[in-house]
């Protein structure tokens, strides 16, 4: 824990020492610019420890998940110290992919039947120099699912595989139909509310290493159809858990959060870009947002009679109550993309099987931290311990009723 007389000194102390060596003149002299950078610092030191760096909230439906996540996970008790100098949500959301490293990572890819006749492009990487799980047959799997336009090549993305590398786990990323390259055998694409691909993908995983236990984490729109997964099929899946990142949890909230002025300019319309891009091939949709993306293609595609009806669908919130696999769920509460008052803080407390953390800050897929956030986020180190709690302790999960 880092104490707030501990970082205040340290910045003052430091800074004092490189204006000193460094700044010869002061503002309106030798020593009234010095004070006026050093009060400005000391200030926003201030501000940054008690506004800005909090312990997040968790919640839970039950006491014995809770239990488990403070004793297993330990991140959910400490404090998260967003980077100082962008904490602000849309600049952590804007400045993730462009900071933060990606591992290298190899894959090999696998394409699959679907029953439709379509065919889905699954990456793995099996990490066959695993020392803690040397067996192929045994050894522990996490499946991931990117965001509405994200493949296996996202930072977010390499970030969680590495972080599973390092706990000896093999991992297969699950691209949505279009979005990493493969053709497209079929008209139809992906959406949040259909999960007949994603069961396609778990039934095949689970054909393929019938004895490795298997879990799933899933980033923004895969989060939310991992979501929409497990309130469709109850205890019947093989998943041992579920983390989620964040997941729009109504998705009527997350749509006009992103098309207000400044988040349209930012994010709506880039996104809008991408799912055009992803179904060119066998459709020309004209549109300027992603509601409208929606209503031209996407609802019309999976047969439902309006958008409001697909929207409706596709809101895991509706389906949380019949989730009965342990599901922890990590929101920031200045997240556009998932507006603080839409997070089913209510639906969370009455199943057992959920929890739920809430960062005050984070952006979307940000949660950026450190000085210079090159490596791990908050994020990965919420999924690490998750898996690894899940995998190793997961028999302490079978009945949290």
């Not at 067996?135 to 499946?143: E, I, Y």
């Not at 579920?242 to 300019?265: H, I, M, N, Q, Y």
Request: aromatic share 10%; with cysteine; net charge neutral.
């Amino acid at each position: 824990m880092i104490s707030l007389d501990f970082n205040f000194n340290i910045l003052t102390r430091d800074l004092s020492h490189y204006l000193e060596n460094q700044v010869k003149v002061g503002l309106f002299g030798s020593g009234v610019g010095l004070s006026l950078v050093l009060g400005f610092s000391a200030a926003y030191t201030c501000y940054y420890l008690i506004s800005v760096a909090k312990k997040p909230q968790l919640i839970s439906g039950g006491k014995k998940f809770y239990q488990f996540l403070r004793e297993q996970c330990p991140v959910v008790s400490e404090t998260y110290y967003p980077t100082f100098w962008c904490w602000e949500s849309r600049i952590q959301t804007l400045l993730r992919p462009f900071v933060t490293a990606k591992p290298g990572v190899i894959y090999r890819n696998e394409l699959i039947k679907a029953a439709d006749g379509g065919q889905i492009s699954l990456d793995w990487f099996d990490n066959d120099d695993s020392l803690s799980h040397p067996d192929p047959a045994t050894r522990p799997t996490v499946l991931l699912l990117p965001g509405l336009t994200g493949t296996s090549r996202e930072s977010y993305i390499l970030h969680m595989v590495q972080q599973s590398r390092d706990l000896g786990y093999r991992c297969v990323v699950f691209n949505n139909r279009g979005v990493s390259g493969e053709t497209l055998l079929t008209p139809r694409t992906y959406c949040a509310a259909n999960t007949e691909d994603l069961e396609t993908v778990i039934e095949h995983i689970q054909k393929t290493y019938e004895a490795a236990p298997l879990m799933a984490a899933g980033v923004s729109m895969g989060g939310m159809m991992l979501a929409n997964y497990l309130g469709r099929k109850g205890r019947e899946t093989c998943l041992k858990g579920v983390v989620v990142f964040s997941a729009g949890w109504d998705v009527f909230e997350c749509t006009a959060s992103l098309e207000k002025p400044l988040d349209r300019f930012l994010f709506n319309s880039y996104l809008t870009s991408c799912l055009q891009a992803s179904v060119h091939r066998s459709a020309r949709v004209r549109a300027r947002t992603i509601r409208e993306f929606d209503e031209r293609f996407t609802s019309i595609m999976f047969g439902y009679p309006t958008n409001d009806d697909y929207y409706h669908d596709a809101s895991p919130v509706h389906r949380l109550k019949s989730v009965q696999v342990p599901m922890l769920c990590l929101n920031a509460a200045d997240d556009v993309f998932s507006p603080s008052h839409a997070i089913p803080v209510e639906a969370v407390k009455q199943n057992p099987n959920l929890a739920m953390l809430i960062t005050c800050h984070g952006g979307h897929i940000g949660f950026l931290e450190g000085l210079w956030p090159r490596q791990s986020t908050y994020m990965d180190r919420v999924f690490k311990q998750f898996a690894k709690a899940v995998i190793e302790q997961g028999n302490r999960l079978k009945d949290l009723s």
